[in-house]
Protein backbone atom coordinates (compact mmCIF):
# COMPACT_ATOMS: atom_id res chain seq x y z
CA UNK A 1 0.00 0.00 0.00
CA UNK A 2 1.25 3.67 -0.80
CA UNK A 3 1.90 5.29 2.21
CA UNK A 4 -0.19 8.77 2.44
CA UNK A 5 0.46 12.18 2.22
CA UNK A 6 1.29 14.86 5.00
CA UNK A 7 -0.11 18.14 4.46
CA UNK A 8 0.27 20.96 6.19
CA UNK A 9 -2.58 23.93 6.39
CA UNK A 10 -1.52 27.55 7.37
CA UNK A 11 -2.91 30.75 7.33
CA UNK A 12 -3.51 33.61 9.31
CA UNK A 13 -6.59 33.60 11.06
CA UNK A 14 -9.83 34.59 9.74
CA UNK A 15 -8.57 32.85 6.71
CA UNK A 16 -11.37 29.78 7.03
CA UNK A 17 -8.70 27.19 7.94
CA UNK A 18 -11.10 25.34 9.98
CA UNK A 19 -13.56 25.45 8.18
CA UNK A 20 -11.54 24.26 5.02
CA UNK A 21 -9.96 21.27 6.71
CA UNK A 22 -13.53 20.27 8.29
CA UNK A 23 -15.24 20.07 4.74
CA UNK A 24 -12.01 18.61 3.13
CA UNK A 25 -12.30 15.33 5.50
CA UNK A 26 -15.99 14.87 5.19
CA UNK A 27 -15.08 14.83 1.03
CA UNK A 28 -12.05 13.20 0.95
CA UNK A 29 -12.42 9.63 2.60
CA UNK A 30 -8.98 9.35 2.34
CA UNK A 31 -7.77 12.06 4.17
CA UNK A 32 -7.81 12.96 7.71
CA UNK A 33 -6.49 15.44 10.28
CA UNK A 34 -4.38 14.66 13.35
CA UNK A 35 -5.05 15.35 17.26
CA UNK A 36 -3.11 17.91 19.33
CA UNK A 37 -1.34 17.17 22.62
CA UNK A 38 -1.44 20.03 25.20
CA UNK A 39 -0.15 20.68 28.62
CA UNK A 40 -3.14 22.75 29.35
CA UNK A 41 -5.84 21.98 31.13
CA UNK A 42 -9.33 20.50 29.17
CA UNK A 43 -12.24 23.11 29.29
CA UNK A 44 -15.44 22.75 29.51
CA UNK A 45 -17.06 20.41 26.98
CA UNK A 46 -13.41 19.31 25.55
CA UNK A 47 -12.76 15.83 25.83
CA UNK A 48 -9.39 13.62 26.38
CA UNK A 49 -9.08 11.85 22.72
CA UNK A 50 -11.30 14.10 20.61
CA UNK A 51 -10.19 17.69 20.86
CA UNK A 52 -6.33 16.83 22.25
CA UNK A 53 -4.61 15.02 24.58
CA UNK A 54 -4.27 16.13 27.52
CA UNK A 55 -0.94 15.65 29.19
CA UNK A 56 0.78 16.98 32.01
CA UNK A 57 3.47 19.40 30.86
CA UNK A 58 6.01 16.75 32.77
CA UNK A 59 5.04 14.53 30.41
CA UNK A 60 4.71 16.71 27.30
CA UNK A 61 8.52 17.98 28.19
CA UNK A 62 9.42 14.16 27.73
CA UNK A 63 7.64 13.95 24.32
CA UNK A 64 9.92 16.76 22.86
CA UNK A 65 13.30 15.44 25.19
CA UNK A 66 12.16 12.10 23.06
CA UNK A 67 11.78 13.90 19.50
CA UNK A 68 8.27 12.24 19.31
CA UNK A 69 6.64 15.36 18.29
CA UNK A 70 6.67 16.55 14.61
CA UNK A 71 6.34 20.13 15.91
CA UNK A 72 5.48 21.94 19.15
CA UNK A 73 4.96 25.61 20.34
CA UNK A 74 4.42 26.80 23.91
CA UNK A 75 1.65 29.57 23.82
CA UNK A 76 0.99 31.67 27.03
CA UNK A 77 2.43 29.28 28.76
CA UNK A 78 1.10 25.94 27.90
CA UNK A 79 2.30 23.68 25.32
CA UNK A 80 0.92 22.04 22.39
CA UNK A 81 2.00 19.78 19.45
CA UNK A 82 1.89 17.26 16.86
CA UNK A 83 2.53 13.48 18.05
CA UNK A 84 4.88 11.87 15.60
CA UNK A 85 3.30 8.19 15.68
CA UNK A 86 0.16 8.84 15.36
CA UNK A 87 0.71 10.50 11.83
CA UNK A 88 2.99 7.86 10.35
CA UNK A 89 0.57 5.17 11.93
CA UNK A 90 -2.03 6.61 10.14
CA UNK A 91 -0.09 7.59 6.78
CA UNK A 92 1.27 3.98 7.01
CA UNK A 93 -2.13 2.47 6.61
CA UNK A 94 -2.53 4.71 3.58
CA UNK A 95 -4.37 7.74 4.65
CA UNK A 96 -3.56 11.05 3.65
CA UNK A 97 -2.94 13.33 7.23
CA UNK A 98 -3.76 17.30 7.14
CA UNK A 99 -2.41 19.13 9.82
CA UNK A 100 -3.93 23.05 10.55
CA UNK A 101 -0.81 24.58 12.03
CA UNK A 102 0.93 28.15 11.69
CA UNK A 103 4.08 29.48 10.36
CA UNK A 104 6.42 27.95 12.92
CA UNK A 105 5.07 24.46 12.57
CA UNK A 106 5.05 23.93 9.68
CA UNK A 107 9.33 25.26 9.16
CA UNK A 108 9.56 22.49 11.87
CA UNK A 109 7.69 20.14 9.91
CA UNK A 110 9.57 20.60 6.89
CA UNK A 111 12.71 20.08 8.52
CA UNK A 112 11.41 16.97 10.22
CA UNK A 113 10.09 15.61 7.00
CA UNK A 114 11.06 16.90 3.42
CA UNK A 115 8.05 15.34 1.83
CA UNK A 116 5.40 17.32 3.60
CA UNK A 117 3.59 19.59 1.38
CA UNK A 118 3.02 23.12 2.87
CA UNK A 119 -0.19 25.15 1.78
CA UNK A 120 -0.82 28.63 2.70
CA UNK A 121 -4.74 29.47 2.67
CA UNK A 122 -5.13 33.37 2.47
CA UNK A 123 -8.77 35.70 1.60
CA UNK A 124 -8.89 37.01 -1.84
CA UNK A 125 -7.35 40.23 -0.10
CA UNK A 126 -6.31 41.86 3.08
CA UNK A 127 -9.27 44.19 3.01
CA UNK A 128 -11.37 40.94 3.19
CA UNK A 129 -9.38 39.40 5.89
CA UNK A 130 -10.21 42.30 8.02
CA UNK A 131 -13.68 42.31 7.46
CA UNK A 132 -13.19 38.60 8.28
CA UNK A 133 -11.62 39.66 11.71
CA UNK A 134 -13.91 41.91 12.27
CA UNK A 135 -16.93 39.92 11.44
CA UNK A 136 -16.95 37.66 14.28
CA UNK A 137 -17.46 40.49 16.40
CA UNK A 138 -16.64 38.52 19.81
CA UNK A 139 -13.30 40.51 20.41
CA UNK A 140 -12.32 43.95 21.44
CA UNK A 141 -11.07 46.57 18.74
CA UNK A 142 -7.51 46.76 19.82
CA UNK A 143 -7.47 42.60 19.69
CA UNK A 144 -9.07 42.45 16.35
CA UNK A 145 -6.05 44.71 15.33
CA UNK A 146 -3.04 43.01 16.71
CA UNK A 147 -4.64 39.66 15.23
CA UNK A 148 -4.61 41.72 11.83
CA UNK A 149 -1.09 42.79 12.58
CA UNK A 150 -0.32 39.14 13.54
CA UNK A 151 -2.42 38.05 10.16
CA UNK A 152 -0.13 40.44 8.47
CA UNK A 153 3.16 39.95 9.29
CA UNK A 154 2.56 36.12 8.65
CA UNK A 155 2.77 36.67 4.42
CA UNK A 156 6.38 36.97 4.70
CA UNK A 157 6.58 33.17 5.57
CA UNK A 158 5.04 32.35 2.44
CA UNK A 159 7.46 31.68 0.25
CA UNK A 160 8.29 28.77 2.64
CA UNK A 161 5.11 26.60 0.84
CA UNK A 162 4.67 24.42 -1.54
CA UNK A 163 1.02 25.97 -2.50
CA UNK A 164 -1.23 29.08 -2.02
CA UNK A 165 -4.67 28.67 -2.09
CA UNK A 166 -7.16 31.89 -2.47
CA UNK A 167 -10.12 31.25 0.08
CA UNK A 168 -12.65 33.17 -2.31
CA UNK A 169 -15.25 30.52 -0.95
CA UNK A 170 -14.99 27.39 0.74
CA UNK A 171 -16.17 24.94 -2.10
CA UNK A 172 -13.82 26.86 -4.32
CA UNK A 173 -10.81 26.43 -1.89
CA UNK A 174 -11.61 22.78 -0.83
CA UNK A 175 -11.61 21.64 -4.76
CA UNK A 176 -7.82 23.26 -5.09
CA UNK A 177 -6.63 21.47 -2.07
CA UNK A 178 -8.21 18.53 -3.91
CA UNK A 179 -6.19 18.66 -6.57
CA UNK A 180 -3.33 19.43 -5.27
CA UNK A 181 -3.73 15.93 -3.05
CA UNK A 182 -4.31 14.13 -6.47
CA UNK A 183 -1.44 15.70 -8.17
CA UNK A 184 1.12 15.57 -5.46
CA UNK A 185 0.20 11.70 -6.01
CA UNK A 186 0.90 11.36 -9.41
CA UNK A 187 4.70 13.28 -8.63
CA UNK A 188 7.41 11.29 -10.28
CA UNK A 189 9.67 11.24 -6.82
CA UNK A 190 6.48 9.71 -4.87
CA UNK A 191 6.21 6.76 -7.61
CA UNK A 192 9.45 5.78 -6.92
CA UNK A 193 8.97 2.33 -5.95
CA UNK A 194 6.43 1.30 -8.17
CA UNK A 195 8.25 3.19 -10.86
CA UNK A 196 11.11 1.04 -9.77
CA UNK A 197 9.22 -2.61 -10.04
CA UNK A 198 7.47 -1.48 -13.12
CA UNK A 199 9.50 -3.47 -15.90
CA UNK A 200 8.99 -6.47 -13.87
CA UNK A 201 5.43 -6.52 -12.82
CA UNK A 202 3.31 -9.52 -13.30
CA UNK A 203 6.78 -11.45 -13.66
CA UNK A 204 8.35 -12.95 -17.29
CA UNK A 205 6.79 -10.49 -19.91
CA UNK A 206 5.26 -12.60 -22.67
CA UNK A 207 5.98 -11.26 -25.93
CA UNK A 208 3.19 -13.46 -28.26
CA UNK A 209 1.66 -12.26 -30.96
CA UNK A 210 -1.56 -14.33 -30.49
CA UNK B 1 -3.57 38.30 -16.84
CA UNK B 2 -1.99 34.98 -15.54
CA UNK B 3 0.55 33.33 -17.93
CA UNK B 4 -0.64 30.11 -19.24
CA UNK B 5 0.99 26.98 -18.14
CA UNK B 6 3.30 24.85 -20.41
CA UNK B 7 2.51 21.50 -20.24
CA UNK B 8 4.89 18.26 -21.69
CA UNK B 9 3.16 14.88 -22.45
CA UNK B 10 5.18 12.16 -23.24
CA UNK B 11 4.84 8.36 -22.99
CA UNK B 12 5.64 5.48 -25.15
CA UNK B 13 3.68 5.00 -28.22
CA UNK B 14 0.38 2.75 -27.84
CA UNK B 15 0.09 4.51 -24.48
CA UNK B 16 -2.34 6.71 -26.02
CA UNK B 17 -1.06 10.46 -25.12
CA UNK B 18 -3.17 11.36 -28.73
CA UNK B 19 -6.43 10.35 -27.19
CA UNK B 20 -5.84 11.67 -23.62
CA UNK B 21 -4.92 15.26 -25.10
CA UNK B 22 -7.63 15.38 -27.39
CA UNK B 23 -10.29 14.79 -24.37
CA UNK B 24 -8.37 16.95 -22.52
CA UNK B 25 -8.69 19.80 -24.74
CA UNK B 26 -11.85 19.60 -25.55
CA UNK B 27 -12.93 19.20 -21.47
CA UNK B 28 -10.45 21.97 -19.94
CA UNK B 29 -11.58 25.18 -22.26
CA UNK B 30 -8.43 26.90 -21.43
CA UNK B 31 -6.14 24.52 -22.26
CA UNK B 32 -5.17 23.96 -26.34
CA UNK B 33 -2.29 22.26 -28.12
CA UNK B 34 0.01 23.44 -30.69
CA UNK B 35 1.11 22.67 -34.13
CA UNK B 36 4.12 21.37 -34.87
CA UNK B 37 6.04 22.44 -37.82
CA UNK B 38 7.78 19.96 -40.75
CA UNK B 39 9.85 19.61 -43.37
CA UNK B 40 8.39 16.68 -44.96
CA UNK B 41 5.59 17.08 -47.82
CA UNK B 42 1.93 17.20 -46.26
CA UNK B 43 0.44 13.33 -47.09
CA UNK B 44 -3.18 13.13 -48.53
CA UNK B 45 -5.69 14.63 -46.32
CA UNK B 46 -3.03 16.85 -44.56
CA UNK B 47 -3.66 20.84 -44.78
CA UNK B 48 -1.13 23.67 -43.68
CA UNK B 49 -1.98 24.99 -40.83
CA UNK B 50 -4.19 22.01 -39.37
CA UNK B 51 -1.93 19.27 -39.18
CA UNK B 52 1.31 20.92 -39.19
CA UNK B 53 2.92 23.99 -40.67
CA UNK B 54 4.77 22.70 -43.60
CA UNK B 55 7.68 24.41 -44.49
CA UNK B 56 10.74 23.59 -46.72
CA UNK B 57 13.91 22.35 -45.54
CA UNK B 58 15.93 25.36 -45.86
CA UNK B 59 13.38 27.55 -43.53
CA UNK B 60 13.00 24.99 -41.32
CA UNK B 61 16.84 25.50 -40.64
CA UNK B 62 16.76 29.15 -40.41
CA UNK B 63 14.33 28.28 -37.21
CA UNK B 64 16.98 26.48 -35.72
CA UNK B 65 19.44 28.96 -36.61
CA UNK B 66 17.00 31.75 -35.23
CA UNK B 67 16.60 30.03 -32.05
CA UNK B 68 12.73 30.02 -33.06
CA UNK B 69 12.23 26.41 -31.88
CA UNK B 70 10.91 25.49 -28.44
CA UNK B 71 12.15 21.79 -29.56
CA UNK B 72 12.96 19.85 -32.86
CA UNK B 73 14.21 16.67 -34.23
CA UNK B 74 14.82 14.69 -37.38
CA UNK B 75 12.98 11.76 -38.11
CA UNK B 76 13.75 9.58 -40.98
CA UNK B 77 15.47 12.24 -43.01
CA UNK B 78 12.62 14.83 -42.01
CA UNK B 79 12.73 17.51 -39.67
CA UNK B 80 9.86 18.29 -36.86
CA UNK B 81 9.61 21.34 -34.20
CA UNK B 82 7.46 23.48 -32.25
CA UNK B 83 7.59 26.81 -32.94
CA UNK B 84 8.21 29.13 -29.51
CA UNK B 85 6.55 31.96 -30.93
CA UNK B 86 2.85 30.23 -31.58
CA UNK B 87 2.98 29.03 -28.08
CA UNK B 88 4.20 31.94 -25.98
CA UNK B 89 2.00 34.18 -27.84
CA UNK B 90 -1.15 31.53 -26.94
CA UNK B 91 0.38 31.41 -22.92
CA UNK B 92 0.03 35.68 -22.81
CA UNK B 93 -3.48 35.08 -23.95
CA UNK B 94 -3.84 33.27 -20.72
CA UNK B 95 -4.29 30.08 -22.30
CA UNK B 96 -2.88 26.59 -20.76
CA UNK B 97 -0.43 25.20 -23.63
CA UNK B 98 -0.17 21.10 -23.99
CA UNK B 99 2.61 19.44 -26.03
CA UNK B 100 2.41 16.15 -27.35
CA UNK B 101 6.46 15.16 -27.68
CA UNK B 102 9.03 12.55 -27.04
CA UNK B 103 11.71 12.49 -24.17
CA UNK B 104 13.76 14.30 -26.37
CA UNK B 105 11.76 16.97 -26.83
CA UNK B 106 10.90 17.34 -23.52
CA UNK B 107 14.42 17.38 -22.55
CA UNK B 108 15.12 20.47 -24.97
CA UNK B 109 11.72 22.05 -23.77
CA UNK B 110 12.77 22.21 -19.64
CA UNK B 111 16.11 23.51 -21.15
CA UNK B 112 14.46 26.72 -22.77
CA UNK B 113 11.56 26.91 -20.38
CA UNK B 114 12.45 26.21 -16.40
CA UNK B 115 8.39 26.37 -15.75
CA UNK B 116 7.27 23.50 -18.06
CA UNK B 117 5.66 20.82 -16.55
CA UNK B 118 6.58 17.50 -18.01
CA UNK B 119 4.11 14.83 -17.56
CA UNK B 120 4.73 10.64 -18.52
CA UNK B 121 1.91 8.79 -19.26
CA UNK B 122 2.70 5.00 -18.53
CA UNK B 123 0.25 2.29 -19.29
CA UNK B 124 -0.87 0.14 -16.04
CA UNK B 125 1.79 -2.89 -16.76
CA UNK B 126 4.58 -3.52 -19.46
CA UNK B 127 1.92 -6.44 -20.51
CA UNK B 128 -0.87 -4.09 -21.12
CA UNK B 129 1.58 -1.42 -23.09
CA UNK B 130 2.80 -4.93 -25.38
CA UNK B 131 -1.30 -5.67 -25.84
CA UNK B 132 -1.79 -2.06 -26.65
CA UNK B 133 0.87 -1.98 -29.32
CA UNK B 134 -0.43 -5.51 -30.77
CA UNK B 135 -3.75 -4.70 -30.17
CA UNK B 136 -3.71 -2.02 -33.28
CA UNK B 137 -2.80 -5.10 -35.33
CA UNK B 138 -1.44 -3.12 -38.18
CA UNK B 139 1.80 -4.17 -38.32
CA UNK B 140 4.23 -7.22 -38.66
CA UNK B 141 5.00 -8.59 -35.75
CA UNK B 142 8.78 -7.35 -36.44
CA UNK B 143 7.95 -3.88 -36.30
CA UNK B 144 5.65 -4.40 -32.68
CA UNK B 145 8.33 -5.69 -31.49
CA UNK B 146 10.54 -2.98 -32.15
CA UNK B 147 7.99 -0.77 -31.14
CA UNK B 148 7.63 -2.30 -27.60
CA UNK B 149 11.29 -2.45 -26.99
CA UNK B 150 11.66 1.68 -27.85
CA UNK B 151 9.27 2.54 -25.54
CA UNK B 152 10.83 0.41 -23.38
CA UNK B 153 13.81 1.89 -23.38
CA UNK B 154 12.07 5.14 -22.95
CA UNK B 155 11.07 4.22 -19.38
CA UNK B 156 14.48 5.29 -18.12
CA UNK B 157 14.14 8.71 -18.96
CA UNK B 158 11.26 9.08 -16.72
CA UNK B 159 13.15 10.44 -13.72
CA UNK B 160 13.36 13.49 -15.81
CA UNK B 161 9.95 14.35 -15.53
CA UNK B 162 7.68 16.40 -12.79
CA UNK B 163 4.77 13.58 -12.87
CA UNK B 164 4.00 9.96 -13.72
CA UNK B 165 0.21 9.55 -15.08
CA UNK B 166 -1.03 5.68 -15.08
CA UNK B 167 -3.36 5.36 -18.26
CA UNK B 168 -5.60 2.83 -16.66
CA UNK B 169 -8.36 4.35 -18.38
CA UNK B 170 -8.55 7.73 -20.84
CA UNK B 171 -11.52 9.65 -18.51
CA UNK B 172 -9.25 8.74 -15.08
CA UNK B 173 -5.70 9.95 -17.07
CA UNK B 174 -7.49 13.07 -18.25
CA UNK B 175 -9.09 13.84 -14.58
CA UNK B 176 -5.30 13.49 -13.02
CA UNK B 177 -4.08 15.94 -15.27
CA UNK B 178 -6.50 18.41 -15.00
CA UNK B 179 -6.04 18.01 -10.99
CA UNK B 180 -1.78 18.81 -12.37
CA UNK B 181 -3.22 21.80 -14.13
CA UNK B 182 -5.13 23.22 -11.36
CA UNK B 183 -2.63 22.29 -8.19
CA UNK B 184 0.17 23.89 -10.55
CA UNK B 185 -1.54 26.93 -10.74
CA UNK B 186 -1.64 27.31 -7.18
CA UNK B 187 2.18 26.76 -6.63
CA UNK B 188 4.05 29.49 -4.57
CA UNK B 189 6.35 30.23 -7.15
CA UNK B 190 3.79 30.66 -10.19
CA UNK B 191 2.24 33.46 -8.34
CA UNK B 192 5.11 35.95 -7.55
CA UNK B 193 4.08 39.20 -9.28
CA UNK B 194 0.11 38.45 -7.03
CA UNK B 195 1.79 37.80 -3.71
CA UNK B 196 4.31 40.72 -3.87
CA UNK B 197 1.39 42.93 -4.88
CA UNK B 198 -1.01 41.22 -2.40
CA UNK B 199 -0.42 43.83 0.77
CA UNK B 200 -1.17 46.86 -1.40
CA UNK B 201 -4.10 45.20 -3.18
CA UNK B 202 -7.09 47.53 -3.44
CA UNK B 203 -4.69 50.59 -2.40
CA UNK B 204 -4.82 52.04 1.13
CA UNK B 205 -6.53 50.15 4.13
CA UNK B 206 -9.00 51.22 5.49
CA UNK B 207 -9.32 49.61 9.28
CA UNK B 208 -12.08 51.12 10.27
CA UNK B 209 -14.60 49.39 12.71
CA UNK B 210 -17.69 49.90 11.48
Known sequence: M?????????????????????KL???HLNLCSSISVTSRSPRQGEKDGVHYYF?????FKKLIEEDSLLEWARVYGNYYGTPLRQVEEK???GLDVILEI??????????????????FLLPPSLEELWNRIKGRGTE??????????????ELKEIWYYDYVVFNNNVDDAVEKIRAIISAEKCRVERNKELLESYPRKGGKLDLSLD
Open 2 to 22: DKGLLLVLSGPSGTGKGTVCE
Open 25 to 27: CRQ
Open 55 to 59: LPEAQ
Open 91 to 93: RSQ
Open 102 to 119: DTQGAKQIREHMKEAILI
Open 140 to 153: EPEVMKERFSAAYG
